[in-house]
């Protein structure tokens, strides 16, 4: 199972960061990587580190387990692991599914000079952030492949990152720039999981909303 979660933790980096990194920059002729110049130490920066960190803690376990010098937690039966397995194929199959249809508003992390098109088509009419829904069921799944403390430690980071990205970076960026139509649209679409957080933003809860 180790090499099985570095060769998903792998395709996840080559295919949906660089491949789609690159297709996208060759049929707008635009990078989708401009958002990853940040300032350094600012508060984007501590945010992408954090996610980022999760999921390279996850790779550091699985290459401990293949070396045998972390042993994996034994309450964890090989279902569990199994279980990952499918876990995390799911997530990256969702993962590819929201980037395609992201179109040309697909972006590696926020650029504020950036004017995209607000998606609400394909898996955006379930939730709001997809994308990032998958990579943390991509991330839990890959820690069952390989359960230890570190990989789990790994799963918490890139579930508060990605929580983070979402609720101070993402969401205020949209609604600066979709206003009204962001509301409308937030009111009644969840967060991560279908029908959860629906009507919350960063900002408040949307118009019409009881606090």
């Not at 937690?73 to 929201?98: N, P």
């Not at 040309?104 to 098109?117: G, H, I």
């Not at 943390?136 to 890139?158: D, E, Q, R, Y």
């Not at 205020?172 to 962001?182: E, F, T, Y």
């Amino acid at each position: 199972m180790p090499v099985l979660a570095l060769v998903l933790l792998g395709l996840f980096l080559a295919i949906g960061l660089g491949l789609q990194g690159w297709l996208q920059s060759r049929r707008s002729g635009y990078s989708v990587l401009r958002g990853l110049y940040r300032r350094p130490f600012s508060k984007e920066w501590w945010i992408g580190e954090a996610w980022t960190l999760g999921f390279a803690s996850i790779a550091v376990s699985a290459v401990l387990e293949l070396l045998d010098v972390e042993a994996p937690i034994s309450a964890l039966s090989g279902a569990a692991r199994v279980l990952g397995l499918v876990l995390a194929l799911v997530g990256f199959v969702l993962i590819e599914w929201a980037v395609v249809a992201m179109g040309e508003s697909w972006r590696v992390d926020v650029n504020p000079a950036d004017r995209t098109a607000l998606v609400t088509d394909g898996p955006f009419r379930l939730v709001r952030n997809p994308i990032y829904s998958s990579m943390m069921l991509l991330a839990a799944g890959v820690a069952l492949m390989v359960p230890a403390v570190l990989s789990f430690i790994g799963v918490s980071l890139v579930i508060l990152g990605l929580e983070l990205q979402v609720r101070v970076l993402e969401e205020p960026h949209l609604l600066r720039l979709h206003g009204a139509q962001w509301h409308r649209y937030a009111s009644h679409v969840g967060r991560f999981v279908p029908g959860l957080g629906a009507g919350s933003t960063s900002s408040g809860l949307c118009p019409g909303r009881a606090r």
